[in-house]
């Protein structure tokens, strides 16, 4: 068997390049972390406050549900309150994608053939168009008409239900358009991205759909999402969880960084313990993690279980602890800079992350 050793990701599928407020997707522009509030649209002071949060966090662009004409009023104070661009989640209502228009929506993520009949997808498309706003065709496994692609794979009939629908944008000389494809199931996501990433030019938002609480949903979202982004597709991420959107995007910026596409904040490096540990590593590592939270700009930073093999084992941190019993090393890039007792381990290394 032929093994790759070449350790860089695969160039990235270039697609045209759309923008969503104040954010480039696509054409080349970083991969964009993106999540939805799960408060009620109408409730303008939760949603801004959740929204705000997920500033904090990372989150660059945010969607939310526009169930009513209540919540696509909303949207007019909503976006007074955030910095992000704000995507309007619409089913069945052409009046409400107009209305979210109305409020100064920058995005949407509709089907266009389930908002209305032909002459009311039209009135939606040119005003939006008229207002350079993009459109999201998110097709989703589970919503799929029953009846339609007998014989075909899900994968097979998204990719064709999706086309579709860009098929019906582009005849109205539409084309600020996005795709995304998801399904729960990883293999089926994967297909039907990698099927349609060569027949659109569009940019693509990719994700696992329904995936779980975040112990398997991040675990599910990361083989898949990590999956499609190695191949070289992807220009928006959310990693779909049900917990509290800042867990979304703290695991899509961990996808992220996994993978070197982008940097945000810190990374830290923790050795998995072993029979030579002779300190409570795990509770070390957890305090670090917690303290590093508070930290915005990259770092990488390892919390070891030996002096022996510690730092030769994270080399390509840039601080770290190596910990041995009742006192341990601090590192920098490998090599010793100091020894510190057990009992400062933690203010010692996060005051040598803080000057670095
Ligand atoms: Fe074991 Fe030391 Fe490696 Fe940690 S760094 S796993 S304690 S050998």
Same mark, same amino acid.
Request: with cysteine; hydrophobic share 45%; charged share 25%.
């Given at each position: 068997?032929?093994?790759?050793?070449?350790?860089?990701?695969?160039?990235?599928?270039?697609?045209?390049?759309?923008?969503?407020?104040?954010?480039?997707?696509?054409?080349?522009?970083?991969?964009?972390?993106?999540?939805?509030?799960?408060?009620?649209?109408?409730?303008?002071?939760?949603?801004?406050?959740?929204?705000?949060?997920?500033?904090?966090?990372?989150?660059?662009?945010?969607?939310?549900?526009?169930?009513?004409?209540?919540?696509?009023?909303?949207?007019?104070?909503?976006?007074?309150?955030?910095?992000?661009?704000?995507?309007?989640?619409?089913?069945?209502?052409?009046?409400?994608?107009?209305?979210?228009?109305?409020?100064?929506?920058?995005?949407?993520?509709?089907?266009?053939?389930?908002?209305?009949?032909?002459?009311?997808?039209?009135?939606?498309?040119?005003?939006?168009?008229?207002?350079?706003?993009?459109?999201?065709?998110?097709?989703?496994?589970?919503?799929?008409?029953?009846?339609?692609?007998?014989?075909?794979?899900?994968?097979?009939?998204?990719?064709?239900?999706?086309?579709?629908?860009?098929?019906?944008?582009?005849?109205?000389?539409?084309?600020?358009?996005?795709?995304?494809?998801?399904?729960?199931?990883?293999?089926?996501?994967?297909?039907? +991205?990698?099927? /349609?990433? &060569?027949? !659109?030019?569009?940019? *693509?938002?990719?994700?696992?759909? @329904?995936?779980? #609480?975040?112990?398997?949903?991040?675990?599910?979202?990361?083989?898949?999402?990590?999956?499609?982004? +190695?191949?070289? /597709?992807? &220009?928006? !991420?959310?990693?779909? *969880?049900?917990?509290?959107?800042? @867990?979304?995007? #703290?695991?899509?910026?961990?996808?992220?960084?996994?993978?070197?596409?982008?940097?945000?904040?810190?990374?830290?490096?923790?050795?998995?313990?072993?029979?030579?540990?002779?300190?409570?590593?795990?509770?070390?590592?957890?305090?670090?993690?917690?303290?590093?939270?508070?930290?915005?700009?990259?770092?990488?930073?390892?919390?070891?279980?030996?002096?022996?093999?510690?730092?030769?084992?994270?080399?390509?941190?840039?601080?770290?602890?190596?910990?041995?019993?009742?006192?341990?090393?601090?590192?920098?890039?490998?090599?010793?800079?100091?020894?510190?007792?057990?009992?400062?381990?933690?203010?010692?290394?996060?005051?040598?992350?803080?000057?670095?």
């Amino acid at each position: 068997m032929k093994i790759n050793i070449d350790t860089k990701i695969p160039s990235r599928r270039v697609s045209k390049q759309i923008q969503i407020g104040g954010v480039k997707i696509g054409g080349g522009a970083p991969v964009v972390v993106q999540s939805m509030t799960n408060s009620d649209t109408r409730d303008i002071k939760s949603t801004i406050r959740q929204i705000k949060q997920l500033e904090q966090y990372g989150c660059e662009i945010i969607r939310v549900a526009v169930p009513d004409m209540q919540a696509a009023a909303a949207i007019k104070d909503i976006k007074k309150g955030i910095k992000i661009p704000l995507i309007a989640d619409i089913h069945f209502d052409y009046r409400l994608a107009l209305a979210a228009l109305d409020s100064g929506v920058d995005g949407f993520r509709l089907n266009p053939g389930n908002i209305g009949d032909s002459a009311q997808i039209k009135q939606v498309v040119l005003a939006a168009k008229a207002r350079a706003v993009p459109i999201r065709i998110g097709l989703n496994a589970g919503s799929l008409p029953k009846q339609s692609g007998a014989g075909k794979s899900v994968a097979q009939r998204m990719v064709d239900a999706a086309l579709a629908q860009v098929r019906l944008l582009e005849s109205l000389d539409f084309d600020l358009i996005k795709v995304s494809l998801k399904a729960f199931d990883v293999p089926t996501t994967i297909a039907a +991205y990698q099927d /349609i990433a &060569d027949k !659109i030019p569009y940019p *693509l938002h990719i994700g696992i759909t @329904e995936a779980g #609480t975040p112990r398997t949903g991040i675990i599910r979202s990361s083989v898949g999402i990590g999956a499609l982004l +190695y191949l070289g /597709i992807g &220009d928006t !991420i959310r990693v779909s *969880l049900t917990a509290a959107p800042k @867990e979304e995007v #703290t695991a899509a910026w961990e996808i992220l960084k996994s993978l070197n596409l982008r940097q945000h904040g810190p990374v830290l490096v923790s050795c998995p313990t072993c029979g030579r540990t002779e300190v409570d590593l795990v509770k070390l590592a957890q305090q670090v993690e917690k303290e590093l939270q508070k930290i915005k700009k990259p770092v990488k930073v390892a919390v070891m279980g030996c002096v022996v093999n510690g730092p030769g084992e994270a080399t390509d941190a840039d601080v770290g602890i190596a910990c041995g019993k009742g006192k341990g090393i601090l590192f920098r890039n490998g090599k010793k800079i100091g020894t510190v007792q057990a009992e400062d381990f933690l203010k010692a290394l996060m005051a040598e992350v803080n000057k670095f």
